[in-house]
């Protein structure tokens, strides 16, 4: 083995298709949650690659700084791949030797993995490689999806990305178009657009259920598909035949008792999420789900005015807080379950609490666009409910209209500023506030004139207010273009 310089060897291993090239990065999850989860399918999700969890359970340890446990991991995904795939273990062991290279240089440990750059350097010479280093597989687009869509949603596009290079090669492949699938579906799920006409996930589950008939992960998506499309006697089936094919899969019982609490049954829910939690006690999800579901008996109890009802209401408020408690703690940068822990802690006249927690939320760092926007628009909702100041509220509405991104969160600013503006102005109370909310409204539905004349009435209560003479002279600028 020649004598190579770390220097040297770094700038090849920046060459290989591997986790620690693919730019996934620790401030985007929870390390120790996510181990736990990677632990949770190799155990209960038999259709998946082992492979493929190993690989990233390797480098997931390796965030957590657990670099031994790392290597053992990577073992286990040598081992997998032997049963995997038989006839061809070196194509498919390519991404776990390149963690190889990178876990061994990171540890100082040069010899090793130059070893492992020799493997993937005689791989690609044998099938003739453009590169010395990486090679173009469908194998290891999938597994780069995979790894993209578990880090969470803002690697979803690279996920879809990801899997729809690796089907241009194997359109049958059955773990890449359940990939794609569910990248699609949960790019759906996050950008909220559940609407008949939002569909386009639709066709790829239904074509991963063809492929992947007994998969426990796009069985019961397809059924929440099809019951947010209007289809939900037939999404039912599928929940049912993906219940009796997999009765303790705690995946399966999740999205189960989702379906169902969408459906309007609480209770049945509650059998499937509590079965769930038995299996996998710390899951996030579950808790949030089992959250969702006192809170959506809470309200309903509320709504109907039983006097009679009030010890039982505040135990549901109770169970609501003590499972959104639980998913902040395992999962902490899950932002909605902060959002409705703190509309939670509101409820139960926690007001301190409450808004301390939308305080932290606001605060926390790589927040995406629909994110800021959101938690502004649930603070605003708090401010004016429960806090009654209206001034706050309208700060917080503005707040999050000004972000440019379209999205539903946006809207909801949009509709809570604009009525509470109209409520105020019906009471007399015109302020710079108002008017400068107003005349943002106006830009943004295209009414420029409008908005240089709600500017001007503004900046009249509001002297030298900056962010006014600036959207005054922007848009006297674009009149004149």
Known sequence: ???????????????????????????????????ERILEQICFLQSRSKVRNYNLLAYVKY????????????????????????????????????NYAW????????????????????????????????????EIYCEKGWAFLKFGKKYYEKAKESFEKALQEEPENPECNAGYAITVYRLEEYHERRSAAAGSSLEPLKRAVTLNPDNAFVLPLLALKLQETHKAKEGEKYIEEALSKHPYDPYVLRYAAK????????????????KALELTPNSGFLHHQMGLCYRAQYFKMKKAKARH??????KLLELSIFHFQKVVERKTKFISAYLDLAGMYAEAGQLRTAEETYRKVLVMSR??????????????????????SELEALKHYLEGLKIENNSFERNKCKHNLDRLIDKRTKKGLVDALSLGGLALICQL?????????????????????????????????????
């Not at 004598?3 to 770094?10: G, P």
């Not at 070893?115 to 490689?129: A, F, I, L, P």
């Not at 009802?309 to 505040?314: D, P, T």
């Open 309 to 314: 009802q009030v010890i039982k209401e505040n």
């Open 103 to 138: 876990l061994y240089c990171h540890m100082d440990r040069l010899p090793e993995a130059e070893t492992y750059v020799k493997r993937v350097e005689s791989v690609c010479k044998q099938h003739q490689s453009d590169s010395p280093y990486k090679m173009t597989l469908p």
């Open 259 to 274: 379906f169902y609490r969408r459906k309007g049954n609480v209770e049945k829910p509650l059998l499937c999420l509590t």
């Open 367 to 388: 927040l995406t666009c629909a994110e800021k926007q959101e938690i502004h628009f649930r603070f605003g909702h708090f401010q004016e409910f429960y806090k009654k």
């Open 1 to 35: 083995m020649s004598d190579i310089s770390k220097d040297s060897l770094e700038k090849i291993l920046t060459q290989l298709e591997c986790h620690f090239t693919w730019m996934l990065l620790k401030d985007d999850v929870d390390p120790d949650e996510l181990e």
């Open 445 to 481: 539905n295209g009414f420029k004139e409008d908005a240089i004349k709600f500017y001007e009435l503004a900046l009249k209560r509001d002297p030298g207010n900056e962010e006014f003479l600036s959207a005054i002279f922007n848009l006297k600028l674009s009149l004149q273009s």
């Open 63 to 98: 965030l957590n700084g657990k670099r031994e446990e790392a290597l053992e991991s990577l073992q286990k995904a040598k081992e997998a791949a032997e049963e995997e795939y038989p006839g061809d273990i070196e194509k498919n062991s390519l991404v776990t030797w390149g």
